[in-house]
């Protein structure tokens, strides 16, 4: 098999639209109709729903631990119930790769975590292959996709989306068992 990815030259917002109607072709070529998109405030995620309006998919919106609160990064309830009028699950929980109990101890006594060793790894590829990720770990943990079966991962650098992947899906308990299996479109520079 032969396909294409999209190699971004910059991280900003106007990448969305590309890498968003790039993951619903290679979706529709694939039969995918499990589609798991990080957002902070919906936007993203409103966006996907447009993108995706004419095809029957399980659409989660996966949002930043409340943990960053204080950052104003974190959904209001509006935001999470405009998103759920729409027909999209809406997922705020703890972060599969870090921002966890044990970064509370590092930050305290030094040291890392497995997961930060991991989340640092993907950063390598960008912000987004990291988000990208954890929000299919964060969705099958929460019983929110199959993990039998391949998903749509959209993630990004900052706002919007500039990732998108194929993956086989694991729980994080089973991590070793995750698979990326294409890469849809990323920056070119981490």
């Given at each position: 098999?032969?396909?294409?990815?999209?190699?971004?030259?910059g991280?900003?917002?106007?990448?969305?639209?590309?890498?968003?109607?790039?993951a619903?072709k290679?979706?529709?070529?694939?039969?995918?109709?499990?589609?798991?998109?990080?957002?902070?405030?919906?936007g993203t995620?409103?966006?996907?729903?447009?993108v995706?309006?004419?095809?029957?998919v399980?659409?989660v919106?996966?949002?930043?631990?409340?943990?960053?609160?204080?950052?104003?990064?974190?959904?209001?309830?509006?935001?999470?119930?405009?998103?759920?009028?729409?027909?999209?699950?809406?997922l705020?929980?703890?972060?599969?790769?870090?921002?966890?109990?044990?970064?509370?101890f590092?930050?305290?006594?030094g040291?890392?975590?497995?997961?930060?060793?991991?989340?640092e790894?993907?950063?390598?590829?960008?912000?987004?292959?990291?988000?990208?990720i954890?929000?299919?770990?964060?969705?099958?943990?929460?019983?929110?996709?199959?993990?039998?079966?391949?998903?749509?991962?959209?993630g990004?650098?900052?706002?919007?989306?500039?990732?998108?992947?194929?993956?086989?899906?694991s729980?994080?308990?089973?991590?070793?068992?995750?698979?990326?299996?294409?890469?849809?479109?990323?920056?070119?520079?981490?």
């Open positions: 098999m032969e396909k294409s990815i999209i190699y971004f030259e991280k900003e917002v106007g990448n969305t639209d590309k890498t968003l109607e790039a619903r290679r979706a529709e070529e694939l039969g995918i109709r499990d589609i798991v998109v990080a957002t902070t405030h919906g995620a409103i966006k996907t729903v447009d995706f309006s004419d095809m029957e399980n659409l919106a996966v949002t930043i631990s409340e943990a960053f609160h204080e950052e104003g990064w974190c959904m209001t309830v509006e935001e999470r119930k405009r998103l759920q009028d729409k027909g999209v699950k809406v705020t929980c703890l972060h599969s790769l870090g921002d966890n109990v044990a970064t509370s590092n930050k305290e006594r040291g890392t975590s497995i997961e930060e060793v991991i989340r790894t993907l950063y390598r590829f960008s912000q987004g292959m990291k988000v990208c954890e929000i299919v770990l964060m969705a099958a943990d929460a019983g929110l996709i199959n993990v039998d079966r391949e998903v749509v991962a959209i990004g650098t900052g706002s919007g989306a500039d990732t998108a992947l194929v993956v086989k899906p729980y994080s308990m089973n991590f070793r068992e995750f698979e990326i299996r294409e890469i849809i479109a990323k920056p070119r520079i981490p």
